[in-house]
């Protein structure tokens, strides 16, 4: 079937699109479309993260469970939020704890993308969930597609840099060739666990750090 996704991952992602758990998912997207579940985020956006962040250009993965479930905050990127949305706790977190690594002011808004134009790909494992149901799409194919997301990467690339925030995300260690690549863990950015080792993890300059040393350029990781 013809995905409409950005090149480079439909060349790399290629052989996904004709397995049957992958047509299985859509026909499951399509029924719950068909039957009024409101989805979010809208059917195009469910692969922003890629065609925002293009395969030769990744350079940092950031792995998220599944997308926000209110109305207006989801857009395809983990974490992030779109202009004039509030930012949720997590992110206000992940904000805080930037600030504190890198002295990088806390943004105005909680839209990521800018990370996403420079290589940070922001990876749900889930790449849709129903309105005010978490998890509600997570054993429908999302996770075989993402988890083949993050194996392509380890494979095909080296010298990335991995951050596995909390237990579900560190759960995909072992999808990462570590010998070629970097992974960096901490507790969830949530407010229930953001204390026990998110906070102050300094990761943000770590994977800067990691970058520069391995000849590539760092983020910046500035919002505004």
């Not at 950031?62 to 990127?77: E, S």
């Amino acid at each position: 079937m013809d995905v409409q996704i950005e090149s480079s991952w439909k060349m790399v992602l290629k052989e996904e699109f004709k397995k049957a758990y992958f047509l299985e998912t859509v026909t499951f997207l399509r029924m719950e479309k068909a039957t009024g579940k409101t989805i979010y985020p809208p059917g195009s956006l469910f692969f922003n993260a890629f065609n925002t962040t293009p395969f030769e250009a990744v350079k940092v993965v950031l792995i998220g469970q599944d997308p926000y479930h209110g109305p207006g905050q989801a857009h395809g990127l983990c974490f992030s939020v779109p202009d004039n949305i509030t930012p949720p706790p997590s992110l206000v977190n992940i904000f805080k704890e930037l600030q504190t690594d890198t002295g990088v002011p806390s943004p105005r808004s909680g839209n990521l993308t800018r990370w996403a134009q420079q290589g940070v790909l922001l990876l749900n494992a889930s790449l849709s969930v129903r309105a005010n149901e978490p998890m509600s799409h997570s054993k429908m194919g999302w996770a075989q597609f993402t988890d083949t997301v993050i194996t392509k990467i380890s494979d095909l690339k080296k010298n990335i840099v991995f951050l596995l925030w909390g237990k579900f995300a560190q759960e995909k260690q072992g999808l990462i060739d570590e010998t070629k690549h970097l992974v960096l863990k901490a507790a969830h950015p949530s407010p229930y666990s953001a204390n026990n080792g998110f906070l102050g993890c300094r990761h943000f300059s770590k994977v800067n750090d990691y970058l520069v040393k391995s000849g590539i350029d760092p983020v910046d990781w500035s919002l505004q």
